[in-house]
């Protein structure tokens, strides 16, 4: 694609290209073909994969040790609009360079807040005019926005559950102000993560109050979206910790009954995080399958943490077997509602070339088209869909079926085990379906 932009700031990188597993250029796909067909959709359409504006533009490699050791050639500029507009356009220079076709941001992702919210809305909107002229120019489409509620200190006791209504009240006007962008912006969804909606400690915390106020909040915002015209998909992202000791949004299953007790199932789905669910002590492929199985698989945040370090560390996915397990959840329960998948990940602290940037993305790109070619094969040519078959083919007829179909009562089931004495030890073959999966990986 051309440059969209009058600035270049990836000089030196041009066009990504898929040129196939056995090419060495780190600056190429080798599994990722865009216009590949895989289980009747292009991998574009499976994936829609998208830029994250917070860690691509805005992290620079600090961490709680030590200052960024990145120097980002787009934020030079000292007047917040300005760095704006050059941080857009390296986003869209970057965007079309990989040949995404989605971005997602944080509202102050895109511009600095200012000292009041009156003039935070104004930033917004003069930076909102710019990048929709820049979708115009590019054809790149917002896969999602959201607020950040929770860097600020005024939000050091959480945002919609927060014990102070004033703070409350403030966080409602920064989601007001978060959703008219992305609405703006032809925004296809929007996603809430509670990055410190918990609890530090239960000493000092109405649990049921604060948790209360965020399914009326959550009700609010989805209400005010809807009259505005929003026709996307709310997304609520789980994790189970870390700002807080213990965040409301646990995990898939936890989000799915807040989302069902507070009548949201019919606007809400999941935004699942590989690293929460890592976390949260589950693994990926397990959280995807817990909201497949409610009919609240939305979008994924592609990412992953390090087995050694008990925090998010949002590294990018390298790792294709534990991917492909993902896939074949992806694939069995129709692939995302409404998402799609995007980068939330970062160089590493010590990867400070701009073309990192890209190696990092083509890598998680190329991990997630090879696990999806791998989870497809397996799907078309192992006997891995026949064994799991047929492991529940005893609910398929007689008895079983009835049971499943709720037609037995528990003294049938008492009858039915007088009867039939001990049951037949039957292998669940484990190690079969392990075998299966490293063939095709």
Known sequence: ???????????????????????????????YNPEQVVAGKTM??????????????????????????????????????????????????????????????????????ADSLAESEKRIQKTIAYLKEKQQASGVKLLW???????????????????????????????????????????ENYVFWGGREGYMSLLNTNMKLEQDNIGRFLNMAKDYACSQGFKGTFFIEPKPME??????????????????????????????????ATLAQHTFQHELQVAANANMLGSIDANRGDYQNGWDTDQFPNNVMETTEAMLVFLKSGGLQGGGINFDAKTRRNSTDLEDIFIAHIGGADTFAKALLAAD?????????????????????????????????????????????????????????????????
């Not at 990188?13 to 196939?20: A, L, N, P, S, T």
């Open 377 to 441: 094969a397996i799907r078309q040519n192992s006997s891995y869909e026949e064994l799991l078959t047929k492991r529940y083919a005893s609910f398929n007829s007689g008895k079983g079926a009835e049971f499943k179909n709720g037609s037995l009562s528990l003294k049938d089931l008492y009858n039915y085990a007088s009867e039939n004495g001990e049951p037949e030890q039957i292998s669940g073959k484990q190690e079969l379906y392990e075998c299966i999966l490293n063939q095709y990986t």
């Open 243 to 276: 700002p807080t000791k213990h965040q409301y949004d646990f995990d898939a299953a936890t989000s799915i009954n807040t989302i069902r007790e507070y009548g949201l199932e019919n606007d809400f789905k999941l935004n699942i995080e590989v690293n929460h």
């Open 145 to 187: 926005g959201t607020s950040n509620c929770f860097s600020n200190p005024r939000y050091m006791n959480g945002a919609a559950s927060n014990p102070n209504f004033d703070v409350v009240a403030r966080a409602g006007a920064q989601v007001k102000i978060a959703l008219d962008a992305t609405i703006a912006l032809d925004g």
């Open 44 to 113: 574009r359409a499976h994936f829609k994969f998208a830029m994250a504006y917070w860690h691509t533009l805005c992290g620079n490699g600090g961490d709680p040790f030590g200052p960024g050791t990145k120097s980002f050639p787009w934020s030079v500029a000292k007047d917040p609009i300005e760095a704006a507009r050059d941080k857009a356009d390296a986003a869209f220079e970057f965007i079309t360079k990989i040949g995404f076709d989605y971005y997602c941001f944080h509202d102050y992702d895109l511009v600095d807040e």
């Open 1 to 31: 694609m051309a440059l969209i932009g009058d600035k270049e700031f990836f000089k030196g990188v041009g066009d990504i290209k898929f040129e196939g597993a056995a090419s060495d250029n780190p600056l190429a796909f080798k599994f």
